[in-house]
């Protein structure tokens, strides 16, 4: 059973830095393509970062470039998301998504999602 | 950026009714949609890809259509279970979502 396990959520100040991790089991990890996407509280989905199976495509929508890095290690069937510069309007769930196999766009599997919340 | 524009927000049905959902692209995206459900406190779920492809899975009650710019999403006699947010997305450039389609019971 594919099953993808966010972590690392929280509170943070304002400015603060948070680690994001995603545990991947059910699959071969190694071979997925992987993204991360949010969700403000009440709000609709939005796409945050893509990494392809190998980490050598790596994409982020505006919001976040330079803010966030995102990572992966396929011996650890593990996808990360490594967030500085924190933002009020970073606040949201975040979650994990699975590409489909030979990477189409879509995404068939997906975390439970991990809480962020930037405040003072 | 590609825009995409969901119609109506919010939707009154009741069971056993055929709802329609409408999405709309900025710009042609070919076929490159997908159609996600959301129920409350829940991650999204794929119903529909490459505009017209049921996940493997989903009740053969939902169905997709449309190509370019606009995009249809349909539930044959809707399910109490079907009561979610349904949201559209596009893959053609980077990922795009729309506003989402509340369907709630009337």
């Known amino acids: 059973e594919v099953q993808l396990v966010e972590s690392g959520g929280g509170l943070v100040q304002p400015g603060g830095s948070l680690r994001l991790s995603c545990a991947a089991s059910?699959?071969?990890?190694?071979?997925?393509?992987m993204n991360w996407v949010r969700q403000a509280p009440g709000k609709g989905l939005e796409w945050v970062s893509y990494i392809s199976s190998s980490s050598i495509s790596i994409y982020y929508t505006d919001s976040v470039r330079g803010r966030f890095t995102i990572s992966r290690d396929n011996a650890k069937n593990s996808l990360y998301l490594q967030m500085t510069s924190l933002r009020a309007e970073d606040t949201a769930l975040y979650y994990c998504a699975r590409g489909p196999p030979g990477g189409s766009g879509y995404w068939d599997y997906w975390g439970q999602g991990t809480l962020v919340t930037v405040s003072s | 950026d590609i825009q995409m524009t969901q119609s109506p927000s919010t939707l009154s049905a009741s069971v056993g009714d055929r709802v329609t959902i409408t999405c709309r692209a900025s710009q042609s995206i070919s076929s490159w949609l997908a159609w996600y459900q959301q129920k409350p406190g829940k991650a999204p779920k794929l119903l529909i890809y490459k505009a017209s492809s049921l996940e493997s899975g989903v009740p053969s009650r939902f169905s997709g259509s449309g190509s370019g710019t606009e995009f249809t999403l349909t539930i044959n006699s809707l399910q109490a279970d079907d009561f979610a947010t349904y949201y559209c997305q596009q893959y053609n450039t980077y990922w795009t979502f729309g506003q989402g389609t509340k369907v709630e019971i009337k």
């Open positions: 059910g699959f071969t990890f190694s071979s997925y393509e």
